[in-house]
């Protein structure tokens, strides 16, 4: 006998499974205006025998309520990690927490919880400057990096 299929989206599917899928915390316009891609590369220095230190952080926010709607992927010297992610809108700003490996676990590789699920990782504000970045759970690795600066840029 053959069986019906119905269509359902990512979200709905998630919820269906019992996970809640990654995405805004707060739906609306305002988490609308920050759909998109953004990325900062981290210039760390050099390694004692010269090659750069360099990690790409790329953060993609998506539509409100979409599976994966918040991913976080840094690359470069001796870092290769992706983390599902929530986006928060607070205030004018939105924060950026860790939800989970996209494994579904909340422990990296080498099994270590190097984040707690709702930990915020670091937020996102706009400013006459450009975006401002505030650093919490997650910090890049190197040089001194200030807590708070001009990090992230819109990627087209």
């Not at 001796?78 to 490996?101: I, K, M, N, P, S």
Request: glycine share 14%; proline share 6%.
């Amino acid at each position: 006998m053959p069986t019906t299929l119905t269509r359902m989206s990512a979200a709905g599917l998630a919820v269906f499974a019992g996970l809640s899928p990654p995405a805004f915390a707060e739906e609306g316009a305002a988490a609308r205006e920050w759909q998109g891609r953004y990325r900062y590369e981290h210039a760390a220095g050099r390694t004692a025998g010269g090659t750069g230190i360099v990690v790409t952080y790329d953060l993609s926010l998506g539509p409100p309520g979409t599976r994966g709607g918040c991913v976080l992927s840094m690359a470069g010297f001796q870092t290769d990690e992706r983390l599902l992610c929530q986006a928060q809108r607070e205030g004018d700003g939105l924060t950026v927490t860790f939800h989970r490996y996209p494994d579904g676990r909340t422990v990296n590789t080498y099994g270590v919880a190097v984040y707690r699920p709702g930990q915020p990782l670091f937020s996102l504000s706009r400013s006459e400057a450009g975006l401002v970045t505030r650093w919490q759970g997650l910090r890049p690795d190197g040089q001194a990096v200030p807590e708070t600066g001009s990090f992230f840029v819109k990627a087209k």
